[in-house]
Structures are given as C-alpha cells and as structure tokens.
C-alpha cells in the first residue's frame, strides 16, 4: 500500500517560513493535498492539488510537488498557523494520508 | 453551501456494529458530483480514510477495513451513513464525514463525532 511520511514536528519562528513535506514514492506523478487541523477541530482544506489555494485561505500558504518529495511552505508565519498539518493523495482508489506533522511557532 | 453533519450513539460495546449517520444540508447529496467518506482519528493519532459513496451507491473502501465496513446513502433524507461491524477499543475515535470530488480533495467537513468502544 502507498505511504506518505511527513516529519513528527516542524517549529518556525514568529515571521520566519515554515516547510512542512510529505514524502511518497513518486509522489509528484499525483495530486497532493493539504489540510491545517487546529486541536478539537475538524480538518481545513488549505492547498489542493499540489498548489491551489482555496477560497478564503491566506496567500501565505502555497505548495509545490515534484519527485518524491511534495512541500507546503507557509510564509510570514503568524500563531494561528500553529497546528496539526496532513497531506493526502488518491492511489488505486484509495484515500491515503500522512502521519501528520505538528507546527509549532515560536 | 454545503454542511455536513454528523450523528449516532457515542459509546458503542466491543463486538457490536458501529452506525453513523451524516446529515446533508444546504444542498441536495446529488449536487455538483461529490463523493461522500467517512474519516476517522484515533486519540492522539491522525487521519484514516475509512470509504466513500457517490449518490448512486457507487463505493469504494479503504482495503485495510473493507470486509467491516460499508457505507450508504438515502437521497430522501440527504444522508449517508457507515456501519462498522465487530469493533475493538482500537475503533474508539472521533469519525468525520466529508465530501470530496471524484478521486480529489476534501473540502467539506462535518465537525466530527467521538465514538468511544468500552464494556
């Protein structure tokens, strides 16, 4: 079954640029997307296919997605970006997502 | 604009069959061409998708739950719902209902419904 790893932990400094990335195996062949999950909350949407924003989503998200690696970068990071991040791709009809990894900004 | 709702007992015995159900409303479960699944989250743990249904009944599974899962649809009520047979403790989780395009992102989403396993 396909596997995406993504990194336990990421921290970044107030204002500084985050990189969260999801490994898969030739994971820019897909579409990657992205969803920000606060505690107790349900999952939000925040770049799909690889690097589209949705409605309502800061400019300061954005991703990229090539060989194995796919990335979402999150610029002039704020505190209200500290949260759990999950990328997702589709492979033989199945739903997989990464472990998940944990923004903390200082 | 679409919202998802979810609902259904949240404690569940071992061995018994988990059911929830997932309330369409601001639009009708035939609309623009989403698929409806069913995600769940363990304490602590991140997401798995469990299944998805298209409103004309059409599924399709996560293999790693498939011969204990299966998902319905009732255009009448806007519903869809998951039925989860022979759970464990392992199965205690909050489960999410979402919609999604064909093999695309999930852009809508219930709140959530915990679900706890216990004697």
């Known amino acids: 079954s396909y596997e995406l790893t993504q990194p336990l932990s990421v921290s970044v400094a107030l204002g500084q640029t985050a990189t969260i990335t999801c490994e898969g195996n030739?994971?820019?062949?897909?579409?990657v997307h992205w969803y920000q999950q606060k505690p107790g909350q349900a999952p939000v949407l925040v770049i799909y296919?690889?690097?589209n924003r949705p409605s309502g989503i800061p400019e300061r998200f954005s991703g990229s997605n090539s060989g194995n690696t796919a990335t979402l970068t999150i610029s002039r990071a704020q505190a209200g970006d500290e949260a759990d991040y999950y990328c997702q791709v589709w492979d033989s009809n199945t739903a997989v997502f990464g472990g998940g990894t944990k923004l903390t900004v200082l | 604009q679409l919202q998802l709702q979810e609902s259904g007992p949240g404690l569940v015995r071992p061995s018994e069959t988990l059911s929830l159900t997932c309330t369409v409303s601001g639009g009708p479960i035939s609309s623009s061409g989403y698929y409806w699944g069913w995600i769940r989250q363990p304490p602590g743990k991140g997401l798995e998708w469990m299944g998805s249904i298209y409103y004309s009944g059409s599924t399709f599974y996560n293999p790693s739950l498939k011969s204990r899962v299966t998902i319905s649809v009732d255009t009448s009520k806007n519903q869809f719902s998951l039925k989860l047979t022979s759970v464990t403790a392992a199965d205690t989780a909050v489960y999410y209902c979402?919609?999604?395009?064909?093999?695309?992102?999930?852009?809508?989403w219930g709140k959530g419904s915990t679900v706890t396993v216990s004697s």
């Open positions: 030739n994971i820019g062949s897909k579409n």
């Open positions: 296919r690889d690097n």
């Open positions: 979402a919609g999604h395009g064909t093999l695309d992102y999930m852009d809508v």
